[in-house]
């Protein structure tokens, strides 16, 4: 009998390219979890920034209260930025996330200088309303789905077995934090997800739509924000297809719902 696969871990991101957070439960909506990269930072073109460029971005964590959030560095735990759930302020006609060009709302300058003094460098933070559609690739699109300011899918998969094959050829072994998965499964074998279809987590179903390819953030350590060569060079010597790392699954949601730890992943 094939072992069961069960979800071990859920993730969500809520300022993209921040620390994520290890959720016990989460909702299940079209543009991805609930709260998932629903704030971005941005610099004074409009343009999203990322721990691909500012590695730093990484010491920076991020906690969900019951009407905001709070973000702290992990050197300066004591002296945090609340954010509000309903904060919002004027809208920026244009953001942009790679391609992609939106409207957003800018959250307040108070905030602004926060993160500005915090990273220093001068960003603004943006958060995306429940009006903004930004919508999936119609090549992936199944029912020509939203997405939140996630670089361009609402879910990631990944199997933990396939992250024990990687670490097996490393010198030093990787947490998971490493790919930022929204969804991590324990059973099967490695790299079982890259030939599913369509799965169901508790009562959600899911597409699975690619394979997600990996770039330079995957290097960066989550615990001290410093940049190595690990583990691209690595996963480039049994992972590379065209000019393209692959590692984990990039889906979107056929149903709404929560999905729980401990849930059973079923094929269909």
Known sequence: MPDSLIIQDLYIYPIKSLAGIRMSEAK?????????????????????????????????????????????????????????????????????????????????????????????????????????????DPKYAVNEESVSFADGMPYLLIGQKSLIDLNSRLESPLP???????????????????????????????????????CVMTTVDQDSGTKGTEPLITLATYRKVGNKILFGQNMVALSSGVIKVGDELKLI
């Open 28 to 136: 299940v909506e079209e543009r991805g979890f609930e709260l998932d990269r629903r704030w971005m930072l941005i610099d004074d073109s409009g343009q999203f920034i990322s721990q691909r460029k500012f590695p730093q971005m990484a010491m920076l964590q991020v906690e969900i209260g019951a009407d905001s959030l709070s973000v702290y560095h992990i050197s300066k735990p004591g002296e945090l930025i609340r954010i509000p759930f309903t904060a919002v302020g004027e809208e920026i006609s244009s953001v942009t996330v790679w391609d992609d060009e939106m409207p957003a709302r800018l959250v307040n300058a108070e905030i602004d200088a926060w993160f500005s003094d915090v990273l220093k460098m001068k960003v603004r933070l943006v958060k995306m309303p429940d009006t903004t559609e930004r919508k999936v």
């Open 176 to 214: 998971m934090n490493r790919f930022r998965p929204n969804i991590v499964f324990s059973g099967g074998d490695p790299f079982a997800e890259d030939s599913w279809k369509r799965i169901q987590i508790g009562e959600v179903g899911f597409q699975v739509i690619k394979p997600c390819a990996r």
